[in-house]
């Protein structure tokens, strides 16, 4: 359908929704600890996001059966919450969306379990500060894949890998639009960003190498090699002012 560039008012909507996303992370985020299953993270989730007058984006997207994704460890994206028992050391990244007043708010956060290894803590970090150099280049006047080289150069010159394949993308009426964002690429390419845009930058990194697979859940994305993944997501709009990230508490 291409490009939706978003008025002011639809922005403070999204605002308002990407607020709730950031609050049910911070809910979730108190009760991740060794010990907790990712189903009761996902009932957390669904709670707060209901009584915040919202509804999950996720619950019954295209058959996904829950509210939050919880990818642990080697696991990328899409990871379904279940019986899964949280393990001192772990790694879990949580991906929760929310649809309130007609428009989607969208953010991920990686979350240590107990105490983490260095190397561990190291991935981490290095995907959340991919993910603010990402924002910075998210400007008016500058192309999509600006974001994307900006991604990529940081990410490798750390010594992880981007994940292939999986993209950011627009987010408002649907929760995908137009463009898709990848996260890694020559810069200068794409659409020009223009004030309206609103899209989810979300980088997923790896320890190993960038490839990978899907179980036979037919939702969970693990690395190839089994190395440890992490992500980190806003959604971001492009103002006149420079970027705006909407899903803050």
Not at 32 to 43: H, K, M, N, S, W
Not at 181 to 197: F, K
Not at 208 to 223: K, N, S, Y
Request: charged share 20%; aromatic share 6%.
């Amino acid at each position: 359908m291409g490009i939706v560039l978003k008025q002011r008012e639809q922005i403070a909507t999204m605002r308002a929704a990407g607020r709730i996303v950031a609050e049910t992370l911070l809910v979730v985020q108190e009760a991740v600890r060794p010990g907790v299953t990712t189903q009761e993270l996902d009932a957390l989730a669904e709670a707060y996001i209901r009584r915040a007058g919202a509804t999950p984006a996720y619950k019954g997207y295209r058959g996904f059966p829950a509210t939050i994704c919880a990818s642990v460890n080697e696991e990328v994206v899409h990871g379904i919450p279940g019986p899964r028992v949280l393990q001192d050391g772990d790694i879990i990244s949580i991906d929760v969306g929310a649809r309130y007043r007609g428009y989607y708010g969208d953010a991920t956060v990686t979350l240590p379990v107990g105490t983490i290894t260095l190397e561990a803590q190291r991935l981490l970090d290095v995907c959340r500060e991919s993910l603010d150099i990402g924002i910075e280049q998210a400007r008016a006047g500058r192309r999509l894949t600006d974001i994307s080289a900006a991604i990529q150069a940081y990410v490798e010159g750390h010594g992880f890998s981007v994940i292939r394949d999986l993209y950011g993308h627009g987010i408002g009426r649907r929760l995908h639009e137009d463009p898709l964002l990848p996260h890694y690429g020559r810069p200068g390419q794409g659409p020009i960003l223009r004030p309206g845009l609103v899209l989810t930058i979300e980088p997923m990194i790896a320890a190993g190498a960038p490839d990978w697979r899907t179980l036979e859940d037919r939702w969970t994305v693990v690395t190839r090699d089994g190395s440890l993944a992490a992500q980190f997501e806003h959604t971001v709009a492009i103002t006149e002012n420079g970027p705006e990230i909407l899903t803050l508490p």
